[in-house]
């Protein structure tokens, strides 16, 4: 403990005290809403992001299915 510093005691009106604790258990309650909010968010993204890879593999199929058939269009076949 800081030695200049004296352990006074602290006065506080009872209704002030309420009101603190009032505040504090809102805050808490809208920590605990935000924290749910942000992992629906999260698994938002997660299930968004599935769905990107597996779009980007279908195209990626859809590109060597084109690439083979170009080549097998266009270019002469050996004898």
Do not use: C, G
């Amino acid at each position: 403990m800081d030695p200049d510093r004296r352990e006074t005691p602290i006065f506080v009106k009872i209704d002030e005290y309420k009101e603190v604790l009032d505040t504090i258990s809102l805050v808490k309650a809208k920590i605990t809403e935000a924290k749910t909010i942000l992992e629906k968010i999260n698994e938002l993204k997660n299930a968004e992001d599935t769905e990107l890879e597996v779009w980007t593999n279908e195209l990626e199929e859809v590109q060597r299915k084109v690439q083979h058939i170009d080549r097998t269009l266009f270019e002469p076949e050996a004898f």
